[in-house]
């Protein structure tokens, strides 16, 4: 074909194409001519914003109890910590393997060699196995600090027997009943709430009494370490029955209430925070704070997750509701989005950071039916590790769960 | 977040909180009046469904009043409700939501407009357009009825101008197939 017929050819497709093009527009306002009505005025839209505000707070209650759900089951560490210089609670960074896509999650094979409580018996990523003192209730988390020392929770069904256990060779040497379960640091640092009210940090070398008078608050994140005597070291507190807004306790004993924050979402050891911000205006954002300083307001996204290095945030979108989210974001510090994970008709259960430069979710593809693991890098590069397998169904107690060990 | 008791007001720039929601619903409710029926049309256009445009539509602008004060571009409204609506029908899609059927025993008033033409090509393009996954319908419609540019398009739906083209020329290759020839423009020539 010469060059003329070539360019007489683009010349009448793009006609066409226009053509088509204004046929389109043509119709598509034919189709809307008749529309002329304003179906809501304001008490309407208002309602419905009140009813969406208050199902996002009910989402994330929800999100927090599926995660129980799925975790408690398989005895699966907290997700927080570092298993490195035999500290054992699994940590963001290597997977070593990870994956039995086929749900229900307590008949989950665990790997080898990770790290994870079955029973009263711990296992640990050397391949040894602990046993821990018999209990009425169920270990579900622990931490090791140290050579022969392990700090752990348990509790019963019902939530009536919960404790922090100090375990010295195999014996129970400390115990402290509480009202909710522990946190891990990136550092290895434990906080809990007694039941008597005691804000208690227990580190490798050493204990302390942070502050008194908070019973009924819920330790939701701790910074800093590896000792917990300092401003560097910071427990999170949420107040379970009051209105009061979340307060940081640092090792000094210092308390500064977080104000306008409505929920801590992660924290790394270097002391950057993620939190939920009530702004007053009918709308929440999700602020990032480094030793309490602000260093990112933003509203787009939920900042659900802080990369162990601290340079970026998985997020969510903070409008989101419904059964979780159908997209992810790692966002930078600045607020851009690096990388988007939108595997379309589907959903995420669980998602979290597997090492400073990849992301780890559980997905269901509704279209299918069917549940899989997948992982995005900062490059946005997508790869499905386990599945897809099909599942009980869309329920999140169905997802298949996934190790993430040092 | 309810504020302890005794915790005094935040600064609101001189305003107090009452006159500030006053001013913030005065301006909201004359963005209703100017703009919903308009609102409306392009979320017929984007669900294919009157039922579904209401639904997608109240929601919209429910999110919208919760963020009213975080757009200050007035302006810019029109296009941040747009993206709201394109995320919310996706998200609906998402959920099966526009699975459901709908029954009714009345026609909705104001129902869009058919005639003779739409035994032809009109009925043909709208099959086509119906049979696209959100996203996909998103574009044409942001193009050829919000005649937005294709990087005003790619902005609203967060993808690139590239993807923007490409989804236009599959839906109008699709047209080509699906219309009888006597019907395409200029009478299949």
């Not at chain 1, 309407?44 to 969406?52: D, E, F």
């Not at chain 1, 008194?212 to 701790?222: C, G, I, L, N, Q």
């Not at chain 1, 929920?263 to 950057?272: K, N």
């Not at chain 1, 990032?288 to 979108?317: H, I, M, N, W």
Request: glycine share 8%.
């Amino acid at each position: 074909m010469n060059d003329m017929n070539q360019n007489q050819n683009d010349e009448s497709g793009s006609t066409d194409h226009r053509a088509w093009e204004g046929v389109m527009s043509t119709e598509f306002d034919r189709r809307v001519r008749d529309l002329h009505e304003a179906p809501f005025d304001l008490d309407s839209v208002r309602g419905k914003a009140v009813r969406i505000r208050r199902k996002r707070r009910v989402g994330a209650a929800v999100a927090g109890l599926a995660a129980a759900a799925v975790v408690l089951p398989v005895a699966l560490l907290a997700a927080n910590g570092q298993a490195d210089e035999g500290r054992v609670v699994p940590a963001a960074t290597q997977p070593t393997e990870a994956v039995d896509p086929t749900p229900p999650a307590p008949e989950a094979e665990p790997p080898a060699d990770a790290l994870y409580l079955e029973g009263d018996q711990l296992h640990l990523v050397d391949g040894s196995v602990t046993q821990l003192p018999s209990a009425a209730s169920t270990y579900t988390n622990a931490v090791v600090q140290g050579e022969g020392r392990i700090v752990a929770f348990r509790r019963n069904d019902d939530g009536s027997q919960q404790a922090v256990d100090v375990i010295e060779d195999g014996q129970v040497v400390d115990s402290y009943p509480t009202e909710a379960s522990m946190v891990v640091g990136d550092s290895g640092v434990v906080a809990f709430v007694t039941r008597g009210g005691e804000v208690r940090a227990i580190w490798e070398s050493g204990t302390s009494v942070l502050a008194e008078d908070y019973r009924f608050w819920t330790p939701v994140a701790v910074t800093g370490g590896p000792a917990c005597d300092d401003e560097d070291c910071q427990v999170y507190l949420r107040s379970e029955r009051t209105a009061e807004p979340p307060v940081a306790i640092n090792g000094t004993g210092a308390a500064t209430p977080q104000s306008d924050v409505v929920s801590v979402l992660d924290a790394t050891d270097d002391g950057l925070v993620s939190t939920v911000v009530d702004t007053g205006r009918f709308e929440y954002c999700s602020n990032l704070f480094d030793k309490g300083r602000p260093v990112l307001e933003q509203c787009d996204y939920r900042l659900d997750e802080l990369s162990p290095d601290g340079r970026y945030a998985l997020g969510t979108d903070i409008q989101s509701d419904g059964i979780g989210p159908g997209v992810l974001y790692i966002v930078d510090l600045d607020g851009a989005v690096v990388a988007t994970f939108d595997p379309g008709d589907a959903y995420m259960n669980t998602y979290e950071w597997l090492d400073d430069q990849t992301i780890i979710t559980t997905v269901y593809d509704f279209t299918t039916a069917r549940w899989s693991v997948q992982t995005m890098d900062l490059d946005g590069t997508i790869e499905t590790i386990a599945g897809p397998a099909k599942g009980g169904g869309t329920d999140p107690s169905t997802s298949p769960a996934f190790y993430v060990v040092g | 977040m309810a504020h302890p008791r005794g915790r005094p007001e935040p600064e609101t720039g001189g305003m107090s909180k009452e006159s500030k929601r006053e001013r913030k619903d005065a301006e909201f409710t004359a963005y209703l009046h100017a703009r919903q029926p308009s609102l409306l049309r392009t979320a017929y256009l984007l669900t294919g469904d009157r039922h579904v445009a209401e639904d997608v539509l109240q929601t919209s602008l429910a999110k919208l009043y919760l963020a009213w004060d975080k757009v200050r571009d007035r302006d810019s409204v029109d296009a941040y409700l747009r993206r709201i609506m394109v995320n919310e029908n996706n998200s609906l899609w998402r959920r099966g939501w526009k699975r459901r059927e709908h029954t009714t025993e009345v026609l909705p008033e104001g129902d869009p407009h058919h005639d003779q033409h739409d035994e032809g090509q009109g009925a043909a393009l709208w099959d086509v357009v119906q049979s696209l996954p959100p996203k996909a319908r998103a574009v044409l419609v942001l193009r050829y009825y919000e005649q937005l540019s294709e990087a005003e398009t790619a902005d609203v739906l967060g993808i690139s101008t590239g993807t923007v083209k490409s989804q236009c020329s599959r839906a109008i290759a699709s047209l080509r197939q699906r219309v009888p020839v006597d019907l395409h423009p200029g009478g299949g020539r």
